[in-house]
């Protein structure tokens, strides 16, 4: 996608920062005053525009996208409606829709909303398989192998790992969490950081512990890019074992890559 790369040097692009539990909380109180205008209200919206007013919101939302792409954080609508939509989010059912028919026509992405509570949307490559695209399905950038591993844990060992298995299982790999990698440079602060931005990972204090302890899961973004099938495979290649002998495993991947399959046709 020559489109999406030459985005990198975008004013924004450099909004990758882990926003302050301030700066999330005020996002999250205007989501909550924000209400999602009816269809009368984005109709007399609409007269009030000319066409060019709307297609340049409409670009203007297509690039902040592409630019949040470039880091994978997903969108969320408070931010959204508060930096770029702003005087037209009477119209913000139109422009969402409009900047949808873009990725999908122009740059073969799909937008989709991750977190319906949250109101959280990322970008996916519709053109791949539903099983997920290239970078998770068969790994080649060495970041998104370092992810392929952590999220192959957590699968394997039931969906919730303590965090020291996960590091240990790194150590083995001869990547240290407490040093600088000449690949990650900070791993830790990659895995309980970038991925966590990402949504590629959930990572949770557990209550009651001390020293304080946390323990990693599959973030939202995992569970729509990344195929349970393909990791399965990957361990059987591992261990010189059939996947099916993960009977549990076995089970929930296949019913996962149905149920994606089911609903990629549906759409």
Not at 23 to 44: G, I, L, W, Y
């Given at each position: 996608?020559?489109?999406?790369?030459?985005?990198?040097?975008?004013?924004?692009?450099?909004?990758?920062?882990?926003?302050?539990?301030?700066?999330?909380?005020?996002?999250?109180?205007?989501?909550?005053?924000?209400?999602?205008?009816?269809?009368?209200?984005?109709?007399?919206?609409?007269?009030?525009?000319?066409?060019?007013?709307?297609?340049?919101?409409?670009?203007?939302?297509?690039?902040?996208?592409?630019?949040k792409d470039q880091k994978k954080i997903p969108v969320r609508r408070a931010e959204l409606v508060k930096h770029v939509v702003k005087e037209y989010r009477t119209i913000y059912p139109e422009i969402m829709k409009r900047a949808a028919r873009t990725f999908d026509q122009v740059f073969g992405l799909k937008m989709i909303e991750i977190d319906a509570k949250n109101h959280m949307y990322i970008l996916i490559n519709k053109l791949e398989p539903a099983e997920g695209p290239p970078a998770t399905r068969s790994p080649t950038n060495p970041k998104m192998g370092l992810l392929f591993v952590i999220l192959s844990v957590v699968f394997m060992k039931g969906g919730v790992v303590r965090e020291n298995l996960i590091w240990s299982t790194l150590k083995k790999l001869r990547v240290d969490p407490g040093e600088k990698?000449?690949?990650?440079?900070?791993?830790?602060?990659?895995?309980?950081?970038?991925?966590?931005?990402?949504?590629?990972?959930?990572?949770?204090?557990?209550?009651?512990?001390?020293?304080?302890?946390?323990?990693?899961?599959?973030?939202?973004?995992?569970?729509?890019?990344?195929?349970?099938?393909?990791?399965?495979?990957?361990?059987?290649?591992?261990?010189?074992?059939?996947?099916?002998?993960?009977?549990?495993?076995?089970?929930?991947?296949?019913?996962?890559?149905?149920?994606?399959?089911?609903s990629s046709s549906q759409r």
């Open positions: 996608m020559s489109q999406r790369k030459r985005l990198s040097n975008t004013p924004g692009s450099s909004q990758g920062k882990r926003p302050s539990s301030s700066s999330v909380a005020q996002e999250e109180h205007d989501d909550t005053a924000f209400t999602q205008p009816s269809t009368s209200q984005v109709q007399r919206g609409m007269e009030k525009l000319t066409p060019a007013q709307v297609d340049q919101k409409t670009a203007e939302v297509v690039q902040y996208f592409l630019v990698h000449e690949e990650f440079g900070d791993v830790k602060r990659v895995v309980t950081d970038e991925f966590v931005r990402q949504r590629y990972l959930e990572y949770v204090r557990i209550p009651h512990t001390e020293p304080v302890e946390h323990e990693f899961r599959w973030g939202q973004r995992a569970d729509v890019e990344v195929s349970k099938t393909k990791i399965l495979e990957f361990m059987g290649q591992l261990h010189e074992q059939d996947p099916q002998t993960w009977t549990q495993q076995h089970r929930e991947a296949h019913s996962a890559s149905g149920s994606s399959q089911a």
